[in-house]
């Protein structure tokens, strides 16, 4: 069964404290894996879509990279406006199989 | 704009009632999914649909019922049958079920 955790479970930074979010995930045969950022009682926004391990993506203060087990997202001097929910999920190769989301790591940045 | 609207933002319902919340979207996505978000919880997929006039069950389908008549809408109904309804629902859509996924803006549902 394909299973995605996050950790921390969530995470306070001062402004300017460069910090990572994990992803682990168990897969049989990974087709993509999707960062999103989701603000309270909003919709998840898509970030980034990595698809071999070894790969990366930026944006902005953001860049996420991929291993085969895992997934970080790491956060570079981070402001305020970062603080939201980061979501991780990932889909398997299969035709049959859907996306799988973890849990979410609730990122704080404070000025 | 192309994206996804969801309405209406929160609805309250009373317990035995049926509920249908909206989710149009002007992508041009063929697939849509409905998800249902609980603290503390990933989203968990209720119905997903990858063309019209066809859809599947997710992993949370009971007391839930969706029709895909139209390209651009898919509603999904909340039934009695749901036994804890209360919850945010959220719907995206994607050019196709192996690529990301766009979300609407969400409903939050509260029957008393």
């Known amino acids: 069964e394909d299973q995605v955790t996050q950790s921390p479970e969530a995470l306070r930074l001062q402004e300017g404290e460069s910090s990572s979010l994990n992803c682990s995930y168990t897969v049989s045969g990974l087709r993509g894996l999707f960062w999103y950022r989701q603000d309270p009682g909003k919709g998840p926004e898509f970030l980034f879509t990595l698809y071999s391990a070894g790969e990366e993506k930026e944006k902005e203060r953001l860049k996420a990279t991929l291993t085969k087990k895992e997934s970080f997202l790491h956060i570079t001097a981070p402001k305020p406006e970062d603080s939201a929910t980061y979501l991780c999920?990932?889909?398997?190769?299969?035709?049959?199989?859907?996306?799988?989301f973890g849990p979410g790591t609730r990122l704080s940045v404070l000025p | 704009d192309g994206g996804i609207t969801q309405s209406p933002k929160y609805l309250f319902r009373k317990e035995g009632q049926n509920v249908t919340l909206s989710c149009e979207q002007n992508l041009n996505h063929d697939a849509m999914y409905w998800y249902r978000q609980d603290p503390g919880q990933g989203l968990r997929l209720i119905y997903y649909s990858q063309i019209v006039n066809d859809f599947q069950k997710g992993d949370i389908a009971e007391g839930y019922s969706v029709s895909r008549e139209k390209k651009e809408s898919f509603p999904l109904t909340v039934t009695s049958a749901q036994k804890n309804p209360t919850a945010f629902y959220l719907c995206?859509?994607?050019?196709?079920?192996?690529?990301?996924?766009?979300f609407g803006p969400g409903t939050r549902l509260t029957v008393t």
């Open positions: 995206a859509s994607s050019i196709d079920r192996a690529y990301e996924q766009y």
């Open positions: 999920a990932v889909r398997g190769v299969w035709d049959g199989q859907n996306f799988v």
